[in-house]
């Protein structure tokens, strides 16, 4: 299988000498293309700090990083910018529009900043992938005249308009009800098993995380458990899951006693 995602040794540390915070200690691990793959952990775990690392939002304290095959940790700003809009889509919590420009310019902005494509190729493939999420009645319409799910969903298009190979979510149904939550969910996995996309997601909900095919949980900065899917259904999955994540708390429990 082609490893998509390679972390080693990977460390994070915010504050100073005196006064420090490990966010991340120490972490190894490889994501393959085509995988569906959930983070979790409690609060403060380190799993957001994870997730930005990987899509290149933050730096690592030290530790290697590489995507698609190329290390990105050493990267100049520009050249970092440009990988990003070539091979990575976010989706996150707060959906991220840009309030004062339309729907569609803010699904267009990695092809605006890519600077690959001219102005009337540009509005082709947002409309094409506003079609395809569902929204192309709100494409000139602002953030704010659309419904909570039209906005996800425009953040979705954005995520995809320049075909990245690894898509990042952080906890992309944070906002949204559960009808909605549904629907981005589906979308997700449709995109994962019919478009082998490689999908990297984190979420602090079971029944989220059984949409996944491999969970991640992290304690402390550290990876603790590795959970595969297999031939489990959902529901069999999401009782494993839920059975994880469990005895993960009855553990804080004895450490408190």
Request: aromatic share 6%; with cysteine.
């Amino acid at each position: 299988m082609e490893k998509v995602i390679e972390v080693q040794n990977l460390t994070k540390i915010y504050g100073t000498a005196t006064s420090k915070t490990i966010a991340l200690d120490n972490i190894n691990l490889e994501v393959y293309k085509g995988e569906f793959v959930g983070i979790m952990g409690p609060s403060g775990s380190g799993k957001t700090t994870l997730l930005n690392i990987i899509s290149t939002i933050d730096n690592p304290s030290k530790g290697l990083v590489e995507l698609n095959g190329i290390e990105v940790c050493s990267m100049y700003d520009t050249q970092l910018s440009k990988f990003r809009y070539e091979n990575i889509g976010f989706i996150f919590q707060e959906f991220n529009l840009i309030d004062n420009i339309t729907v569609g310019e803010n699904i267009a902005i990695p092809l605006t900043l890519s600077q690959k494509l001219g102005t009337k190729e540009i509005r082709e493939k947002t409309v094409e992938y506003a079609k395809r999420l569902g929204i192309e009645e709100v494409v000139d319409k602002y953030p704010n005249e659309c419904s909570g799910g039209q906005r996800q969903r425009a953040a979705i298009a954005r995520a995809l308009v320049n075909n990245p190979s690894i898509i990042v979510a952080d906890e992309p149904t944070g906002n949204l009800d559960s009808k909605n939550s549904h629907e981005l969910l589906k979308i997700l996995k449709e995109l994962n098993s019919k478009e082998g996309k490689t999908i990297v997601m984190v979420t602090h909900d079971s029944m989220i995380a059984s949409y996944c095919e491999r969970i991640l949980l992290i304690k402390d900065g550290k990876i603790e458990g590795n959970l595969e899917r297999e031939d489990l259904s959902q529901k069999e999955f999401f009782y494993k899951i839920v059975d994880m994540t469990s005895k993960e708390s009855q553990s804080l429990f004895s450490e408190i006693e």
